[in-house]
């Protein structure tokens, strides 16, 4: 890494996020839109969508608390915090130090904390079910990304996000390229579930009784609805570019062509995403926890293959 | 020493005001509470002053024990431990004072003297600096926890309670007899302080010292299988009791742990595993079986499990790191041991305290006769919700930072050779997220359900928010999660001084090494978040302004009459994952079929009893029992008979001294 970044490019990861997280949503839609055959909403519609809730009023619960209105602000408080530490495409984070990335896995853990709450003020019994399947689910997805980023970490001597991705090169994928694709497979299903996407949850799904994120945040309406939508686009930037950044080690050429990189690789998951979604079911929600203890054991396999 | 001293006398004389006002309970709780404060405030000066790096305190007062004499010493590690001690029970103390009013009934004189007695007696193990007066300040501790666990003592949970606890610690306490007996035969001094420098000769010697300590100060601390007494005892014991209990004296046994792994001499790699192998082992299984729990208190007590499986996985660790010359690790492992000792004390506090509050308002502590709390006592649930995000290790509150340091020392593990140390720091970075989900999935299921919603069932008294007597001392506690999260310096900065009285290897400054400018970062990132989160509300606030806000009934899919009976309740939330883990949870289902064409009534209702409880202990005490019944003819409840028992050993005692 040159010494001197100028800083403008240290801090367009997070500009980007800010801007073009929405725009995976869109490209998700579209994807399966092609594969459905049809023509699919605009590419910007979530856009439009976020612009229309943010001028609409709000209808709250009578049941709720203060904390049903803390839920939304907190949450988006705290990924909007992982942007400043995620780095992308070889092109450092603004702020890295020992231990962001046990940071980030904690906010995005204060961010599931505050919606089950927010889900659980209501007192609706499906935003209860809703919530009881999202906290077992990421009990079982923390350990796969803990493990797969304490592999990272044996692999490049590093505790920081932006230094492992940094440490990351292409002699790693020829040397152990089996245990690296494996990590690649693990981290990809810790993506699909903490996003809940297919095969995990489907977020398309019209029946409350089979949701978990949707029906969480059922009560929610106009700006604190923008703020949760807005909130799940920016998690699944940040968990995506996890996944990009493993896949493209860093190469020294330029940070701008490094941008560029990691911005077609965040496209190409979402892209991923979009087909996964177009061409299997979900899957029954007593056999995700296989899946995702599969993960993990995933992830523990590819760190034992790490030590030679 | 002169303040700390004013302190264990004014908290005496508080004990023995108690004793003698017990005609006017009123009074009791007042004098109580105010000698409880004082003496804390007292002690914290010279506490404070070593922590800052004052010199060593150190008294002792020539021959006038038995075999041993009144030696006490407050060096840094000590100051630490003294912390949270004086923090809690003074706050344990004000609440309780308003917490007894209502418990006329009951022996209130004996409650003040006993709590009195409890922290003067946990300082004294702290300070002891000779195994005699260590093992009299434990015993005293340990009797007068079981008088306060059997405070309500006409209800029979109650003294059986007591009674598992009162045999419990003292099984500990006869591991802990043979460590210092074999330990002072080993040097041939029962001072404290110079068993440090001679050291233990012989490695076998110094492994089964080891396994004694860990058994004996095992069982105070609650690693499993030495647990049973935590989820019996707490739920019994009034609430403040609990948050002291909970909060404090259970750390007196990773207390006496830490003070004697450093009297042992050079550790063994595998002491470093057996304890990473007990910690992940009551962290996973406490964890666990606080969410099978529908009793509040016996969840926390469970929660408590885990939390000293979390310290101990920590020492492990610390103790890996220094035998594989990895000093990194062993800073890491011992901060965050050390580091989730005080955060521990003050979040588990702060619940046990909140529970108080509940029970207190409602007479109930099950999960499923609660809920929407919250709206009634609005002050409970806030410090409740921080209570329990910190224990979630949740940023930017301060379980966060021990997780953060445990979780750094479980990676340095896993970067680390040789083969064993990464394979337990595979483990243990697999078993901590494990745990900290299964903790999230627990303490949303204990808040949710007691606090958010709608009431589940009318309950007895209609419920209303504590006295102000009992929440500042919980605000305080919130507080103090919010500001050691915030501002983690106010916590490392010590801690690297005690970490480098704590072991040859690690040098002091050995936090910032591997810390760099002592969690900066985490500063930033809680003001940062504290200052997003209210941009957003201030704008949301903005967004709104102009807009209608109506106020509507919960959303239930076009069903127009929801019922408060139609929410999930606590055991539905836990339920997908407690059927996952059935294997070690076992719990018993006793469910009542809807029956015929036109059901009028069906009823689920699950319990979950301790694994080790039911397989462990009763079926190999009931054997115990039985064949120690063969023995009852000796009992012939004659007092010539035993006097000559009485003559019949001292005369085999004789022959054998002779022989």
């Known amino acids: ?308 | 020493m002169s303040w700390l001293f004013a302190g264990l006398g004014c908290w005496v004389l508080g004990g023995l005001f108690s004793v003698g006002l017990s005609r006017r309970p009123r009074w009791v709780c007042w004098v109580s509470s105010v000698s409880v404060v004082t003496g804390a405030v007292l002690a914290a000066i010279p506490v404070v002053g070593v922590l800052m790096g004052g010199p060593v305190l150190q008294w002792r007062h020539g021959g006038s024990l038995p075999m041993g004499e009144l030696a006490l010493r407050l060096d840094a590690l000590a100051a630490w431990f003294m912390v949270p001690l004086l923090l809690v029970s003074a706050m344990a103390a004000v609440y309780g004072a308003e917490y007894l009013k209502s418990s006329d009934r009951y022996c209130v004189g004996g409650a003040g003297f006993f709590f009195s007695l409890l922290v003067a007696s946990m300082v004294g193990v702290i300070l002891a600096a000779d195994a005699v007066l260590f093992l009299i300040a434990w015993e005293i501790m340990s009797v007068s926890s079981f008088f306060l666990v059997t405070f309500e003592d006409d209800r029979e949970s109650v003294c059986d309670a007591g009674w598992i606890y009162l045999v419990a610690t003292h099984l500990g306490t006869g591991f802990l007899l043979a460590f210092f007996v074999l330990m002072g035969r080993e040097t041939g001094t029962l001072d404290m302080q110079r068993w440090a420098e001679l050291g233990v000769g012989d490695p076998r010697m110094a492994g089964v010292l080891f396994l004694l300590a860990v058994v004996g100060f095992g069982t105070k601390a609650g690693f499993m299988p030495f647990h049973i007494w935590l989820p019996e005892a707490h739920p019994a014991a009034p609430s403040h009791v609990s948050a002291l209990m909970s909060g404090v004296m259970i750390k007196t046994g990773i207390y006496g742990l830490v003070r004697m792994m450093g009297v042992l001499g050079e550790p063994a790699l595998w002491w470093g595993w057996t304890l990473v192998g007990v910690g992940l082992l009551s962290g996973v299984g406490g964890v666990l079986f606080a969410l099978a729990q529908h009793d509040l208190k016996r969840l926390l007590a469970y929660s408590s499990v885990e939390n000293v499986g979390l310290i101990t996985m920590g020492l492990g660790f610390g103790l890996l790191g220094i035998a594989s010359g990895n000093p990194v690790l062993g800073v890491l492992g011992f901060s965050g041991a050390l580091a989730h000792v005080a955060n521990h004390a003050l979040f588990k506090g702060l619940l046990f305290l909140g529970a108080g509050s509940v029970v207190h308002a409602t007479g109930t502590r099950f999960l499923d006769e609660l809920g929407g709390l919250g709206k009634r006592m609005p002050w409970t649930a806030a410090v409740f919700v921080i209570g329990a995000a910190s224990i979630c290790g949740l940023p930017p509150l301060n379980g966060f930072l021990s997780e953060l340091l445990l979780l750094l020392g479980a990676f340095r593990a896993v970067m680390a050779e040789p083969i064993g140390v990464v394979a337990a720091g595979i483990l243990a970075v697999g078993s901590l997220a494990l745990i900290s989900g299964l903790s999230a999935a627990t303490f949303t299921k204990a808040f949710g359900g007691i606090f958010l919603g709608e009431p589940r069932q009318p309950l007895p008294h209609p419920a209303h928010e504590s006295a102000g007597a009992m929440r500042w001392p919980m605000g305080l506690l919130a507080a103090g999660c919010m500001a050691i999260g915030g501002m983690p310096f106010l916590m490392l900065a010590p801690l690297d001084r005690v970490l480098g009285s704590l072991s040859a290897p690690i040098e002091q400054g050995g936090i910032s090494m591997v810390f760099e400018g002592w969690g900066q970062w985490l500063t930033l990132s809680a003001l940062l978040l504290w200052g997003l989160a209210g941009l957003l509300a201030v704008a949301r606030r903005g967004l709104l302004a102009s807009k209608p806000v109506t106020e509507a009934l919960t959303w239930d899919c076009g069903y127009a009459r929801p019922t408060a009976r139609m929410q999930y309740t606590a055991s539905s939330f836990v339920q997908p994952l407690t059927d996952l883990f059935h294997p070690l949870l076992r719990a018993r289902a006793q469910l009542e079929r809807p029956e015929g064409l036109f059901p009028r009534r069906a009823a689920v209702a699950t319990e979950t009893p301790d694994l080790a409880h039911a397989e462990l202990y009763k079926p190999v005490g009931e054997r115990l029992v039985a064949h120690l019944g063969r023995l009852r003819w000796m009992q012939q409840g004659k007092v010539q008979v035993y006097v000559l028992y009485v003559a019949l050993t001292m005369l085999i005692l004789l022959l054998w001294k002779l022989h």
């Open chain 1, 1 to 308: 890494m040159e010494a001197a970044l100028d800083p403008i490019v240290r801090w367009m990861p997070p500009v980007l996020a800010l801007g073009l997280s929405p725009l995976m949503l869109g490209i998700i839609h579209r994807t399966k839109a092609l594969f459905g055959g049809r023509r699919g909403a605009p590419l910007f519609q979530v856009y439009y969508d976020l612009w229309k809730l943010v001028h609409k009023g709000a209808v709250y619960s009578r049941t709720t608390s203060w904390l049903f209105r803390a839920g939304p602000i907190i949450g988006l408080a705290a990924v909007l915090l992982c942007l400043f530490v995620v780095p992308m495409g070889g092109v450092p984070a603004p702020v890295a130090f020992t231990g962001d990335l046990i940071l980030l896995v904690g906010l995005l853990g204060l961010m599931r904390f505050v919606t089950v709450l927010a889900a659980l003020d209501t007192g609706s019994s499906f935003e209860g079910m809703g919530a009881s399947r999202e906290v077992q689910f990421a009990a079982l997805a923390e350990p796969a990304l803990l493990l797969i980023l304490a592999g990272l970490a044996r692999l490049t001597h590093h505790l920081s996000l932006s230094e492992i991705f940094d440490g990351l090169t292409a002699a790693h994928w020829s040397q152990l390229g089996p245990a690296l694709a494996l990590m690649m497979i693990a981290l990809m299903v810790v993506v699909l579930a903490e996003n809940c996407r297919i095969p995990v949850d489907d977020p398309a799904t019209h029946l409350e009784l089979t949701m978990i994120h949707e029906v969480m945040v059922l009560d929610h309406g106009g700006p604190d609805f923008a703020f949760i939508q807005y909130g799940a686009a920016l998690k699944l930037w940040v968990l995506g570019i996890l996944s990009v950044n493993l896949l493209l080690p860093a190469f020294p050429v330029n940070p701008w062509l490094g941008l560029l990189a990691g911005l077609g690789g965040l496209f190409g998951v979402a892209v991923l995403v979009g087909v996964v979604e177009s061409t299997m079911a979900r899957l029954r929600m007593l056999v995700v926890p296989q899946l995702l203890i599969g993960a993990g054991a995933l992830a523990a396999v590819a760190l034992i293959f790490l030590l030679k």
